[in-house]
């Protein structure tokens, strides 16, 4: 199959970047960084989550950071919500997109959420169904899907089963997440391929962890089967607090340098991107977790 003309990507980098960061950041630097993102040209944002204070309390400002953010209109807002209690307060922020999160590892499953794979579906169903009555629309990660921190290798057919209980429910894409970002090629491969037995290849997107500095090849072999939407953490941000050790997302700047060199279309300014993750990897007071950023920042002098 040729490669996709072009792709879409979703910064999670507000989110899955920052949730993990031990120290507290302010919601007007999240804000900014959104500002940031939609500036160089991205056109999903991944924003916050709706979970609770006590587990991830980073998150806790999910409202202030909602209601800051100018809006630009053609920019989709997701937030995180893993039960109807966190839906019902993301509603009030006006999300145009909400992200019901579930496990293809039923331990990462119990410790990330609380509850068990079947458990989650129970929870996420009224949640997906009150969404969609108003107009917003649902996306599902997908965690684990090649390999969990707790269980080792997770096969294909788990996926498929978490796949498909997702589309029962109603949800409308899903994220083919390697959490830990143990998976490689083929591996990942499997998963998608699982995945698109219920999902269209237009609902289908992958979300690579770079752990293992494989989500660059793993998006490469994403980007082979057709998959054209992606996600990524500006400047690489990022980690699950309930996966010990794994680092962040591929870093968008990094994936936007691949699909460029590519030809494959983004509409994302390179160079406003790397401002971006330099203006929080300084916050940080971190040097940028991009190769692409850090070579395009030396070069600048
Ligand atoms: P629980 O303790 O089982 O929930 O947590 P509960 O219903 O028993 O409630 C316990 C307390 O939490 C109560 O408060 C609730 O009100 C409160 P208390 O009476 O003790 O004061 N509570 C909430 N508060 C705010 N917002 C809510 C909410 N729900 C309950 N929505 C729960 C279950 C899911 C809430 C909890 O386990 C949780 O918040 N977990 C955090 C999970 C998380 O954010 N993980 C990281 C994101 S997922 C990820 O990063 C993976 C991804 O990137 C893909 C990939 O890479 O794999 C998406
Ligand atoms: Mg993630």
New binding site residues.
Partial sequence: MSLPERVQLID?GP??GL??EKQPVPAAVKIELVHRLQDAGLKEI?VT????????PQ?ADNAEVMAGIQRQSGVRYSV????????E??VLSKPDEI?V?G?ASEA?SQR????SIAESIE?FAPVVAAARAAGIRVRG?????VGCPYEGDIPPERVGMLARLMKDIGVQRV?V????GVGTPRKVQRAIEATLVHFGLDDVSG???DTYGQALANTYAALEMGVWNF?SSVAGL??????KG?TG?VATEDVVYLLHGLGIETDIDLERLVDAGKFISDVLGRAPGSRAATALLAKRG
């Avoid at 995180?80 to 839906?87: I, Q, S």
């Fill in positions: 999670v989110r899955d949730q993990n991944e989550s709706f979970v609770s204070p006590k587990w991830v998150m995180l919500t893993p039960n109807l209690k966190g839906f307060a993301a992200v999160f496990a990462f990330n959420i609380n509850c929870r990660a997908m965690s684990c899907t994220d997440a390697d959490t830990i979300h690579f962890h996600q990022g980690g699950c607090p309930y996966a794994a997302n």
